[in-house]
């Protein structure tokens, strides 16, 4: 029985409104937990540290020791609540790209998770960045092929030729 899925993509590639409608579509009830809850977590004070988190004009994002040592903690906390019993949705950016995917896979270790990629064109991504008006202009561009390599999915959907309920039933067959 999958008890984590991961959904990995750059930044407005359509992961919350996935995990949404996952959230919508299967019978049992999932949590949807995402690297923008933690982020929200953090005092204002480390959402613009070098130590912690930092977001350039550019788009860039810039993780310092003091944000790895939360995450690291987060990871492990993610990790509990599915042992524990809840089945848990992961909205991530692998910004390190395979390093990113190998510290969730040693903190959910003998779980069973189902690893997706959520591809969406830069071009796109970058448009519902702009209509979103949350985000750092270029984050999305910067991220869209960054966080996908190397990587090593179960399964893989495209938001910029689907919509987030379809994308949501295919991985939805996927989940046992």
Same mark, same amino acid.
């Not at 999932?30 to 204002?44: I, K, S």
């Not at 993780?63 to 790895?68: D, I, L, M, T, Y």
């Not at 510290?103 to 270790?109: D, E, I, S, T, V």
């Not at 990629?117 to 984050?139: F, K, N, Q, T, W």
């Given at each position: ?69 939360? #995450?690291? @903690?987060?990871?492990?906390? !993610?990790?509990? /609540? &599915?042992?524990?019993? =809840?089945? *848990? ?39 519902? #960045?702009? @209509?979103?008006?949350?985000? !750092?202009?270029? /984050? &999305?561009?910067?991220? =869209?092929? *960054? ?30």
């Amino acid at each position: 029985m999958t008890q984590v899925i991961v959904l990995n993509g750059g930044s407005s590639s359509g992961k919350s409104g996935i995990a949404r409608c996952l959230q919508a579509v299967l019978p049992d009830p999932w949590l949807a937990l995402g690297t923008d809850t933690l982020v929200e977590a953090l005092p204002a004070s480390m959402r613009a540290s070098d130590a912690a988190i930092e977001f350039a004009p550019d788009g860039e994002v810039i993780v310092g020791p003091e944000f790895r040592t939360l #995450e690291a @903690a987060w990871i492990a906390g !993610v990790a509990a /609540m &599915a042992r524990a019993g =809840a089945r *848990v949705i992961v909205d991530e950016v692998f910004l390190g790209g395979v390093d990113s995917q190998k510290r969730w896979q040693k903190a959910l270790g003998e779980l069973r998770v189902l690893w997706v990629g959520v591809r969406c064109d830069s071009a796109v991504a970058a448009g519902r #960045e702009v @209509a979103r008006g949350d985000r !750092v202009i270029g /984050m &999305a561009a910067s991220q =869209a092929d *960054v966080v996908h390599r190397g990587m090593v999915y179960d399964l893989e959907v495209d938001t910029a030729h689907a919509e987030s309920m379809e994308c949501a039933r295919i991985i939805a067959a996927d989940v046992s």
